[in-house]
């Protein structure tokens, strides 16, 4: 039987276990142009909670009843699909279950002997290529300048980081433990880290991390963390806009600083983007990702949550910072 989950009803704040169902169905048999894959990893990112909900946004929200989507490793085990064959390992936009019919053109095909396939929805998947388009083509970091990055101990967050350090940039990262800002600073070489959980007054934290002021805020948290930042900003301050999770969850319309005086008597630039718009030059960035990774001048780090049964719990890890690095859920090894 094939297991699916399926969103059954809209979130108020945090999602709970009722706002999803689980599903059996029979496997399904290919039709003539498709392959069944089994599921070998399935990605949970922040940018789903969104989608949970009946609003406009940047991609359409999910259907209740319908399967939940996102991106999946998978490995072909029966195939009427000339282009695909029996054994071929996937990475598409395909649904949280154990089984999916595919064609060809929904999916493209990993060479599991450049590097492990997890490593297609992270370090070499859209995370990266998040924090590669993000940084260089809003933030254009020069050498000598200060980079702040929230949510730096997540997937996109470490890798922006690298990049400022590759661009001779001082980094400091914003995470929510000590041992994740550990991590940041003696493993991926980030100058200063801010531990937001434990520090009482954020606004004098940056003050002192970043003592010539802030070039380029690299925001994926909002909320009070981000009000702290912008009052530090330079001349002609850059801030690539990735994401808001600390809002995601919240029930109420947020309330906080006005923001526009501070983009105006510094003459910042503040935009917002999606990865997608820069999809015509993805084999480049994935190219000098790659080069950066086999020279070392790139480390990663994922958070594997084991079995298919606790992909719900994973999801919703990524709201109390539970991980580390790239949120993934470990489904099945593949069969050669």
Known sequence: MNLQIRLVSRPHGLPKE??????????PEPAEGQ??????????DPYMR????????????????EVITGGVIGEVIKSKSPSLIKGDIILGNIGWQKYSLISSEQVRKIDPDIAPISTALGILG?????????LLEIGQPKEGETVVVSGAAGAVGMIVGQIAKIKGCRVVGIAGSDEKNRYLQEELGFDATINYKTTPNMTDAIAHACPKGV???FENVGGTISDAVLSHLNYKA????????SMYNIKDADVGPRIQSQLLINSALMRGFIVGEFADRFEEATTQLAQWLQQGKLKYRENIVEGFENTIQAFLGLFSGENLGKQLVHVADPSV
Do not use: H
């Not at 392959?35 to 990605?43: G, K, N, V």
């Not at 406009?56 to 929200?61: D, E, I, R, W």
């Not at 859209?126 to 993000?134: E, R």
């Not at 850059?238 to 999770?245: S, V, Y």
């Open 18 to 27: 009722e706002n999803f169902s689980w599903v059996k169905q029979p496997i």
């Open 35 to 44: 392959a069944l894959i089994r599921t070998l990893y399935l990605s949970v």
């Open 50 to 65: 969104g989608r949970m909900n009946d609003q406009k946004s940047y991609v359409a929200p999910y259907e209740l009843n």
């Open 126 to 134: 859209m995370p990266s290529l998040t924090a590669y388009f993000g």
């Open 215 to 217: 070039d380029i805020y």
């Open 238 to 245: 850059r801030i690539p806009l990735c994401g808001l999770i």
